[in-house]
């Protein structure tokens, strides 16, 4: 998680960075726009200013790309990681389900197979002692 709050940071900040860029470039072909035409060199050096600009946006929309990038891959990764665990989890719950599953059908059986037990000596006893257990 602290690598992608890192990460959100160094975005928020490149994204600051950008937005001043843009204002920069929008303030500059508003210069460009006021000069009159006589005035051919402020006009190739605001245009040469504004190409610097454009090229240092540029800069900053790869960066933020790839950060994004590096952000996506790092919560892919991290997703991946718990869905192997959440099934290796699901695995072992299932055969602790299993094993309990056999361990009641076996007592069961076993309680069944005593019931029966008890009930055929109940039924000599009675038979031949004439006395009823309870």
């Known amino acids: 998680m602290d690598v992608i709050n890192d990460i959100d940071k160094k975005i928020d900040f490149n994204q600051d960075q950008l937005s001043d860029l843009k204002s920069k470039k929008v303030v500059l072909l508003n210069d460009i726009a006021s000069l009159k035409k006589e005035d051919k060199e402020k006009i190739e050096s605001q245009l040469k200013k504004l190409n610097t ?25 991290c997703l991946m990681n ?15 389900h299993d094993q309990y599953v056999e361990l009641y059908t076996q ?16 039924s000599l006893v009675y038979k031949n002692y004439k006395v009823r257990l309870i």
């Open 107 to 122: 007592a069961r059986e076993e309680r069944h197979s005593i019931e029966r037990k008890m009930m055929n000596l109940k």
């Open 53 to 77: 600009l454009e090229n240092k946006i540029s800069i900053k929309d790869t960066e933020l790309k790839n950060l994004k990038e590096e952000k996506d891959t790092i919560i892919k990764k």
């Open 82 to 96: 718990l869905h192997t665990k959440m099934k290796k989890d699901y695995k072992k719950v299932n055969e602790d």
